[in-house]
């Protein structure tokens, strides 16, 4: 698959944009700017955490995914359906009526993404376990953590495990299945239904490695709806002839939730969600201040998957119905037909290793690098340190920094314009001039239909 | 480039601050990881050490395209043995800077290891002055 060097699912729609700078101001790694009244993104520092699609308030964010009609083209079409799909469902809705309508949906067979997890624990204890490596090892299983930690913190990559995720061992393992029976790959579709836009991006454009073999990928917002849609217009689950069970036995199920990995870590291990605090723990990390732990297992979103980007139940209690469904598992009607691929999967559960992927901030020459920093600190002296926004960068900071590079103009800046229209050094309409650059034109006239006000829905 | 940090003593909490700073300005610059790391480490003991044993205490940095040169300065109690405050696992924390995780007794020498170049002036009942220098590019 080829594909751009900075693939992102996440776009940014122009026309529906409305360049309020919400989006700016969340993201983790200052990669948004406000241009011409539309938000833009510097695309070699978005770690496709999704915080920006989060906050849109007119949904300008969109995650892109496959046209669902994609599966047919294949003759043999399998929904890849990791364990926080499933638990997105009321009680009562169970995994085997999701599975059923699924394929009344078009698809031909299921694999659940944790089904491979078994062996990945144990290949995690085994890297846990050997000194030779970076310690605390870092999980791999969250890909927007994978990419900050390439962006933020390149000197953590040697810690990051270089062994696949869950679901790259239950894709391996099915399309191995389908070989065996004789079939050839160009008749097998596999199709990862995804909560968040980083793990469409760690399928298309993979940290290290080029062959998850998975075809495409659906928005389980998208599958929601339409399981929902099939359940409410047949009257309810009782109408719906179940299909098999879930094949996760307790520890599988809770793989994706906050903790699922480290509890099956022996050693020392921290679990640790949500953004701030995992940036908040690797800066500590890379400052040395943390000793003896033996794995880490971050994930960006708060609640990890469950407060996925595109998953549409409300966070804790699809946690706290997962807990409870891992309790009920009945251990006889479990199926392992992964275990007879163990060693196949062994023989690829490696990804090659994970390099920084450092996004230049200055320059590559120190010397040149140095001077610029000057630069901005001197800038800053009279930057007001307020972090408005209005600058069309996140911060300040960033301001200065985009000025040094030559992408803003020191102006741009509302504060140090007030002072030079004061001064006589600056026209007033030229002043409005720049701001109408930067916000787009007619950005200020009154407008009734904007959010909050008195005609917002017209 | 100059960068100057106040450091004081006791303030546990806070230790570490500057040579975080100083790893993001590093970090900024495009400097090579590993030197980072080696910075970081040496700069990181230095702190702690005065926040464990001296009164207060000044860091300056400087940094220019081969090098940076960190140097801190201490009111306290000043090293009566430097050599044996050189050897690993010689501690004159008290009890209470240990149960904090502090005081190992790995300061001096950690820095030492890191460093390209270490020099101690210190003055019993007058303070004690750090320099170390490491090179960016590396000649080991």
Sequence with gaps: MSTPQFFHALKILEDVCIGCSHCVRVCPTEALRIRDGKSHLYPDRCVDCGECYRVCPVNAIINNHDDFDKIFRYKHRIALVPSIVLGQFKDGIEPEHIFAVLKGLGFTDICEGEEGAKLLAELINQRVSDRSVEHPVISSFCPAVVRLIQVNFPGLTPNIMPIKAPLDFSAMYIRQKYRDMGIPDSEVGIFYITPCAAKIVAIVSPVADDSSGINGFINLDFIYNKVMKVIKSTGGVKNIVPDRKSNLDGSQMLWALTGGEASCVKGRSLSIDGMKNVIDFLEKLENEEVDNVDFLELRMCDQSCAGGILAPSNRFLVVERMQKRALRVDADSLTFGIDEYREYLKANAKTEDIRPRTSLRYDVDVSKAIAKMEKVRRLMCFLPGIDCSVCGAPTCQAHAEDVVQGRSVISNCIFLQKKLENQRLLDSKHALRMIEKIWGKDRFDKNCTKKGAKNEDS | ?140
Aim: glycine share 10%; proline share 3%.
């Design chain 2, 1 to 140: 480039m100059r960068l100057d940090y106040k450091v004081e003593g006791g303030d546990f909490a806070r230790a570490g601050w500057a040579s975080s700073q100083v790893k993001k300005v590093l970090k900024q610059l495009g400097v090579d990881q590993n030197i980072v790391k080696r910075v970081v480490v040496a700069l990181y003991e230095a702190e702690v050490n005065i926040v464990a044993h001296a009164y207060r205490g000044e860091i300056g940095v400087d940094i220019d395209a081969e090098k940076i040169v960190m140097r801190l300065e201490d009111e306290g109690p000043g090293i009566p043995d430097v050599s044996l405050a050189m050897q690993r696992g010689y501690s004159t924390a008290t009890p209470q800077v240990r149960e904090m995780g502090f005081g190992a007794g790995m300061g001096l020498p950690n820095i030492n290891t890191n460093a390209d170049i270490f020099n101690i002036e210190t003055k019993v009942g007058v303070g004690t002055t750090l320099e170390i220098i490491i090179n960016f590019k590396s000649n080991q």
